[in-house]
């Protein structure tokens, strides 16, 4: 009887450590996750000003490595100190509580993600087309539905960020967003945007991992000395490269979030009032600005000639 008590008693002595270290874990990868996002937002904050066309700086006149002469738009250090003089520092994390409160969702998402590929590789070690197409789908089916939970978020940010442009104080804090997007759109207005965003993450998913697969199982020699290490870092190159092509998807995305809402950034003037995500796309495309705001330096502004300057 003793025996079996003390075995008992370990069990149960056990099960609380492990319950209390999974979760910290977990805590530690939430607070790094939100740490992260703090400290990347005024990059993404740029990155959103850029591409509703918002551009408060003059361009400079600059010459290429061929000696032909351009005209340059801010890059992003240029951009911040801008924000920084009208707004100081704290400036640069406007919109960061929804950003926040997305991120710490995605990151519970992603670890049931990491939960079922774990699960799979254990079942099956063998590489196959089958088991990536598994994989996948698998991982699709959670990436949609974290992002139909964190999209009404990030329209919350993006709109936050967007007031910059009109320096408007219509959206605040998490609450006040949720309650005037409500009144004034209801839940609809939450998912302004969700189809190509969700468009685009499934593209790049399935890009991304089909590309991997083939380069790996046709392309690394398995004499290659080091292919496991080529393997390792296949996936991460293709993701870099897909993510350049997908990048439409996200910009229409963040656009249609801010068409139309009250703020000067999705209104005429300053931009059309869209009737859907496909006629945003379209007149992107036909303006030549699908990728603007995809790089942070040396954004040129094209010009077919430049006045003369007398030194």
């Known amino acids: 009887m003793e025996s079996v008590e003390n075995l008992s008693g370990q069990a149960a002595g056990v099960e609380p450590d492990t319950t209390r270290t999974s979760v910290d874990v977990d805590t530690a990868v939430l607070l790094l996750g939100a740490g992260v996002t703090a400290i ?6 740029v990155k959103l000003l850029i591409q509703v066309g918002h551009e408060p700086l003059p361009p400079t006149v600059g010459t290429t490595m061929f000696g032909r002469r351009v005209l340059y738009l801010p890059g992003f250090f240029s951009y911040a100190q801008h924000i920084v003089k009208v707004d100081g520092k704290t400036g640069l994390f ?4 929804p950003r926040i409160a997305s991120s710490v969702i995605s990151t519970v998402v992603r670890g049931k993600v990491r939960q079922v590929e774990l699960q799979s590789k254990r079942d099956d070690q063998q590489t196959s087309l089958r088991k990536v197409v598994k994989e996948t789908t698998q991982e699709m089916i959670i990436q949609c539905l974290s992002r139909v939970a964190t999209h009404p978020f990030h329209v919350m940010s993006v709109r936050c960020m967007a007031q910059f442009v009109g320096r408007e104080v219509k959206y605040g804090g998490i609450f006040s967003c949720i309650i005037k997007i409500f009144k004034e759109e209801g839940v609809a207005g939450f998912y302004v945007g969700l189809m190509p965003h969700v468009l ?5 998913l399935w ?6 697969h083939f380069i790996n199982t046709y392309a690394v020699d398995e004499n290659f000395t080091q292919a496991s290490a080529v393997r390792s870092y296949t996936k991460f190159v293709m993701g870099i490269a897909v993510s350049v092509l997908t990048y439409p998807f996200m910009l ?11 703020l000067a950034a999705g209104l005429p003037p300053h931009s059309p009032i869209f009737k859907s995500w496909l006629h945003c796309w379209d007149h992107l495309s ?11 330096f040396f954004r040129r502004v094209p010009v077919t000639s430049l006045p003369s300057f007398n030194e």
């Open 286 to 296: 036909q303006k030549g600005l699908l990728f603007r705001g995809s790089s942070f």
């Open 200 to 204: 685009g993450e499934v593209l790049f």
């Open 207 to 212: 890009c991304c991992n089909l590309l991997a």
């Open 94 to 97: 406007r919109g960061l509580s």
């Open 252 to 262: 229409v995305a963040d656009l249609m979030a801010v068409n139309n809402c009250g």
């Open 40 to 45: 990347t937002h005024p990059l993404l904050y």
